[in-house]
T-cell receptor, first 116, second 118 residues
Framework: NAGVMQNPRHLVRRRGQEARLRCSPMKGHSHVYWYRQLPEEGLKFMVY????????ESGMPKERFSAEFPKEGPSILRIQQVVRGDSAAYFCASSPFEAYSNQPQHFGDGTRLSIL | AQSVTQLGSHVSVSEGALVLLRCNYS??????LFWYVQYPNQGLQLLLKYTTGATLVKGINGFEAEFKKSETSFHLTKPSAHMSDAAEYFC????????????????FGKGTKLSVKP
């Protein structure tokens, strides 16, 4: 049973470019969460999605960041016009559709984004 | 609002010594609490969780944690450290109150890096 798959593992972009991060949840999971980890910091929640719906985006910056989880295919976190401060590790987690409130989230290995 | 505080950003122990990583939380509703471990350049792996029931929770790799409501604590312990335990450990609380009982996003502490000396 494959775990949460994130790609790419490492992504380098120049300032002003777009970064696109992908996350395929575990099989049978339809809840996806994105977190950002800055150096020496814990993970900070960004957005919570179910298939075709954004449930909570309270942690997303108001500009340049967007996320989607289409009916088919992986969840995408998109960062437009990247700046140096976007350099971080971005983690995706998933949980089952029939989620009881005590079901843990399963994490991917993250995408490390570096902005030149 | 819920929050998590991990005391000590770095903890160093000798191999075979007791490991104690501290976590305190604040929550207006009964919390669901988690400990995750992160090895370098990897994602987070669940060590253990507390939801309801027994307050002493046993996890993988010999770790356990005790939920103490009166102290709002969920400290992580292991009787005897092993070199392979060197990693960063995160305590987290689930934002139950925001989603009517279904699991919302996790609120993490800043993490504690554990070093194990031979």
């Amino acid at each position: 049973n494959a775990g949460v798959m994130q790609n790419p593992r490492h992504l380098v972009r120049r300032r002003g470019q777009e970064a696109r991060l992908r996350c395929s949840p575990m099989k049978g999971h339809s809840h996806v969460y994105w977190y950002r980890q800055l150096p020496e910091e814990g993970l900070k929640f960004m957005v919570y999605l179910q298939k075709e719906n954004i449930i909570d985006e309270s942690g997303m910056p108001k500009e340049r960041f967007s996320a989607e989880f289409p009916k088919e295919g992986p969840s995408i976190l998109r960062i437009q016009q990247v700046v140096r401060g976007d350099s971080a590790a971005y983690f995706c987690a998933s949980s089952p559709f029939e989620a009881y409130s005590n079901q843990p989230q399963h994490f991917g290995d993250g995408t490390r984004l570096s902005i030149l | 609002a819920q929050s998590v505080t991990q005391l000590g950003s770095h903890v160093s122990v000798s191999e075979g010594a007791l490991v104690l990583l501290r976590c305190n939380y604040s929550s207006s509703v009964p919390p669901y609490l988690f400990w995750y471990v992160q090895y370098p350049n990897q994602g987070l792996q669940l060590l253990l969780k507390y939801t309801t029931g027994a307050t002493l929770v046993k996890g993988i790799n010999g770790f356990e944690a005790e939920f103490k409501k009166s102290e709002t604590s969920f400290h992580l312990t292991k009787p005897s450290a092993h070199m392979s335990d060197a990693a960063e450990y995160f305590c987290a609380v689930s934002r139950l109150e925001d989603y009517g009982g279904s699991q919302g996003n996790l609120i993490f502490g800043k993490g504690t890096k554990l070093s194990v000396k031979p």
